[in-house]
């Protein structure tokens, strides 16, 4: 590359793709940092997002570069700020000449103000702790006139407790899903143990040690 301007038609389709890619709050914007400081603006899409055109001066961060206080190092990803107040995910990438001199940038910024906006009025909307979660699955009272059905209730409820798929289980997660069932009486059925054991993908020896060790837990406290 010779200049940013040589360049110009190609890296402005670039940032036609990158733009529509992302779209309307997604800015880019190309420097020259042969320009005046002042005007080092050569090419913007969606410019909106802060409110910047072509023309426009250079940002703090390029003008260190220009200077030569500040090397050349591309930076992806570091969250940002605009005077007018938006949150910006930005990506700054330097452009060589031939020598090796920065002589421009191609800059990315995308406003996740209102993405950011949208995850906290979602987090409040589901927000739940574990022990809401827990208090709701273990007061569920299980009406059926087949106590083969209520333990086979009685499993899915206590996996869903411990919040894991079986096969992901820790040994203590599965401990905590058979103390679930031995608190509601699930080894009183008939059976029970080799149902629960294929259940939690276990032999029944290691259910009756994972059982011992949670009694004697419970026992303790």
């Given at each position: 590359m010779?200049?940013?301007?040589?360049?110009?038609?190609?890296?402005?389709?670039?940032?036609?793709?990158?733009?529509?890619q992302?779209?309307p709050?997604?800015?880019?914007?190309?420097?020259?940092?042969?320009?005046?400081h002042?005007?080092?603006?050569?090419?913007?899409?969606?410019?909106?997002?802060?409110?910047?055109?072509e023309?426009?001066?250079?940002?703090?961060?390029?003008?260190?570069v220009m200077?030569?206080?500040?090397?050349?190092?591309d930076?992806?990803?570091?969250?940002?700020?605009?005077?007018?107040?938006?949150?910006?995910r930005?990506?700054?990438?330097?452009?060589?000449?031939?020598?090796?001199?920065?002589?421009?940038?191609?800059?990315?910024?995308?406003d996740?103000?209102?993405?950011?906006?949208?995850?906290?009025?979602?987090?409040?909307?589901?927000?739940?702790?574990?022990d809401?979660?827990?208090?709701?699955?273990?007061?569920?009272e299980?009406?059926?006139?087949?106590?083969?059905?209520?333990?086979?209730?009685?499993?899915?409820?206590?996996?869903?407790?411990?919040?894991?798929?079986?096969?992901?289980?820790?040994r203590?997660?599965?401990?905590?899903?058979?103390?679930?069932?031995?608190?509601?009486?699930?080894?009183?059925?008939?059976?029970?143990?080799?149902?629960?054991?294929?259940?939690?993908?276990?032999?029944?020896?290691?259910?009756?040690?994972?059982?011992?060790?949670?009694?004697?837990?419970?026992?303790?406290?």
């Amino acid at each position: 590359m010779k200049n940013v301007s040589s360049e110009e038609k190609n890296l402005r389709k670039i940032m036609r793709g990158i733009a529509q890619q992302f779209g309307p709050d997604c800015e880019v914007v190309l420097h020259d940092f042969e320009k005046d400081h002042d005007h080092t603006i050569l090419a913007i899409e969606n410019g909106h997002v802060t409110n910047r055109k072509e023309g426009g001066p250079i940002t703090s961060r390029g003008l260190e570069v220009m200077r030569g206080s500040k090397s050349a190092t591309d930076e992806y990803n570091y969250i940002n700020q605009s005077q007018n107040g938006k949150l910006l995910r930005s990506t700054s990438i330097y452009l060589f000449n031939d020598d090796g001199i920065a002589v421009g940038s191609i800059c990315i910024n995308l406003d996740i103000t209102q993405l950011i906006a949208t995850r906290s009025m979602i987090d409040t909307l589901i927000r739940a702790t574990e022990d809401d979660i827990s208090k709701q699955i273990t007061s569920r009272e299980i009406v059926t006139n087949d106590v083969n059905e209520m333990l086979d209730i009685l499993i899915d409820q206590s996996i869903r407790y411990v919040g894991t798929p079986v096969e992901n289980m820790t040994r203590e997660e599965k401990m905590k899903g058979l103390q679930f069932l031995d608190e509601r009486g699930a080894f009183l059925i008939k059976k029970s143990s080799d149902r629960i054991a294929q259940s939690y993908g276990i032999s029944r020896f290691s259910l009756y040690n994972y059982l011992d060790a949670v009694r004697s837990q419970s026992q303790e406290h």
